[in-house]
């Protein structure tokens, strides 16, 4: 290896990764980190993924709140927890005491306390529980808060909305023979599939969505709440593993590889022009075509001059008001035409789109965005035509598309609830829920998948992005300083990962520059673009199917002439020993600098969120 990495070349950002401590009560852990709970754990099997406590603003920000007094003690048969705080900002001051209690007998309690300081308007604040999103198809039980009970199960294709309400307790069995229970109160809670965001749970929140938000907790208000979680259990402890070690082993051809585009905006070109010789490949650059930004012919032949320089076709994402279908559809074509550009295919996205909205709701005075398609069509523009969101997964699973689209197209974001390490990385596991409920909505249609990132490009539930000038790690932020360090790069590896394995035709994981970009803002090379630069090389390859007994592992392989080659990433905050086949190659461990570094020795000791790439021979 090159060395052991500081804190600003892996997550591009000196603030501390929050501390995380390990409380035990005989089969009963749970891990306390920033006054909240995850990983609740008994006999070694994960029961619920987080108990949090949160203050959220009147536009879904999320409180970074200041904790003091913390207090923690354990003993053989328990542990208690006791701590405050304040969350603080321009729209008011709230404060809270927390007391969190576990027994051996596996009963553990989270209990707040709050109090406004101030007039506190907010759209929640509150307890959100989080059952994993492995508890898809499983049985649930719900007692309402009239203490009616409900037989139902966790969804397994993505829920659009929620799949329950009025929740004052949920039980289900996270492995067979011990049951769960979470009692909540303080009012009545109600589920949401956070899949649809990437995030890896199930979400159960306070104060239902269908009451009045934001709203005012008076100042001087006092508000309780409470979560009690109760496991029983007669099955066998899980049994351990090494963390510290995983196998990687090579099987036969299972696909092909993606298409790999880039997104680029209008003001973003001429700076994409400057470090075109920098990027690397691509296949597509997807530029963002809007009238209403004074958006004309010359700026798509100056998106197409860009394109070909570093040899990709050009694809034009055209936002319409869908008001007229036919006016809108033959403006946008002409515009096209008079550029001379002949695009390789062109995306319709509508501008209600941007803000989301309740499911199967089309706006009054606008059309379908069948209606899109069809007139686009009807011009005798060559090039496909494709219907999606430029928003996430959610806006297209609550609104799908309609019509004859020759390919829909939706994206990703890791930090529109939670921007801890452990929750961005944990959004690659549901990738695969994501591609298989977008096949059921659209009977199977290519999927073009991106912009897949951690921060957001726009925000379609609040007035903005989370700005973030101190660069650290928040959610709902348009910037997130971990894309340009190590650990974005082994974020993309996974996200490649799981787009290959579900057979997507294109990917988007950058833009050429600025927040998201491939280049920093003097113009370097970034992690990440290494891994796009290989992504794009391997585009239309043959895939081999990988197979890695450790989850924290991704792992890509692609045939490379006469031999196979693979893109392996350690996706966690520690060091991985990977057992590769027998005649694979190390041909270069990356750095913060986007090269391939050679150690001194072949057999791969993968520190934390590094990324590396083998080479082996191909097996007939």
Not at 235 to 254: F, M, S
Not at 435 to 459: D, E, F, K, V
Request: charged share 20%.
């Amino acid at each position: 290896m090159s060395g052991e990495a500081t804190a600003l070349e892996l997550f591009g950002t000196e603030q501390p990764v929050a501390e995380r401590r390990m409380l035990t009560a005989g089969p009963l852990t749970v891990i306390l980190e920033d006054g909240n709970l995850r990983t609740i754990c008994f006999a070694g099997i994960e029961a619920v993924r987080a108990i949090n406590y949160l203050a959220r603003d009147a536009s879904w920000g999320t409180y970074k709140a200041e904790l003091s007094n913390i207090r923690i003690s354990e003993g053989e048969g328990g542990f208690d927890v006791g701590y405050d705080g304040l969350c603080v900002g321009p729209q008011g001051r709230f404060s809270y005491r927390i007391t969190i209690t576990g027994t051996a007998a596996g009963v553990l309690t989270m209990e707040a306390e709050g109090v406004a300081l101030t007039d506190f308007p907010t759209n929640r604040t509150g307890f959100v529980v989080l059952h994993p999103s492995e508890a898809a198809g499983g049985r649930l039980t719900i007692r309402h808060s009239e203490g009616q009970i409900e037989e139902t199960v966790f969804p397994e294709p993505i829920s659009a909305d929620q799949p329950a309400f009025d929740i004052a307790a949920l039980t289900h069995e996270p492995t067979p023979g011990m049951i769960c229970t979470v009692a909540m109160e303080g009012d009545a809670f109600e589920m949401e599939d956070q899949r649809n965001w990437t995030d890896a749970s199930f979400k159960t929140y306070i104060r239902p969505l269908s009451k009045l938000r934001p709203y005012v907790i008076g100042k001087g208000a006092r508000d309780v709440q409470r979560v009690t979680v109760s496991i029983e259990s007669n099955a066998l402890a899980a049994r351990g593993r090494t963390a510290d070690e995983a196998t990687l082993t090579l099987g036969g051809p299972v696909g092909w590889m993606p298409s790999m585009a880039l997104f680029l905006d209008s003001d973003d070109l001429p700076a994409a022009v400057e470090g075109a010789s920098l990027l690397g490949p691509a296949q597509e650059v997807i530029v963002r075509f809007d009238s209403a930004r004074r958006h004309n012919e010359h700026m798509l032949r100056k998106a197409a001059g860009f394109a070909a320089s570093i040899g990709a076709r050009l694809a034009i994402e055209a936002i319409f008001d869908a008001l007229d279908p036919r006016a809108e559809a033959k403006s946008i074509v002409d515009a096209i035409r008079s550029s001379g550009v002949e695009p390789s295919a062109i995306l319709i996205s509508p501008r209600r789109e941007f803000r989301t909205r309740p499911s199967n709701l089309v706006p009054a005075d606008e059309r379908p965005i069948s209606d899109l398609v069809s007139a686009l069509k009807a011009t005798g523009i060559d090039a496909a035509i494709g219907a999606g969101t430029p928003s996430f997964f959610t806006e297209f699973n609550r609104n799908p598309l309609s019509g004859d689209a020759d390919f829909v197209f939706f994206g990703n974001a890791a930090i529109v609830h939670a921007a801890d390490d452990l929750s961005v990385m944990e959004t690659l596991s549901v990738y695969p829920s994501v591609i298989a409920t977008a096949r059921r909505l659209t009977a199977s249609r290519p999927i073009w998948l991106g912009p897949c990132t951690i921060g957001m490009r726009h925000n379609p539930y609040g007035q903005s992005v989370a700005a973030n000038p101190a660069r650290v790690r928040i959610p709902a932020a348009g910037e997130d300083p971990r894309h340009g360090a190590l650990f974005g790069a082994a974020f993309a590896v996974g996200v490649a990962a799981q787009a290959a394995a579900t057979g997507v035709d294109h990917l988007v994981i950058a833009s050429p520059t600025g927040s998201f970009g491939l280049l920093g803002p003097t113009g370097n090379r970034l992690p990440l673009q290494a891994v796009h630069a290989e992504l794009a090389t391997a585009a239309g390859a043959e895939r081999h199917q990988t197979l890695v007994d450790h989850p924290g592992i991704a792992a890509i392989a692609y045939r490379f002439g006469d031999d196979i080659r693979v893109l392996v990433a350690n996706l966690t905050p520690a060091a991985v020993n990977v057992s590769t086949p027998p005649d694979a190659r190390l041909v270069g461990v990356l750095d913060e600098t986007a090269k391939l570094t050679k150690p001194l020795h072949n057999q791969p000791t993968l520190e934390p969120y590094r990324s590396m790439v083998l080479q082996c021979q191909h097996r007939l």
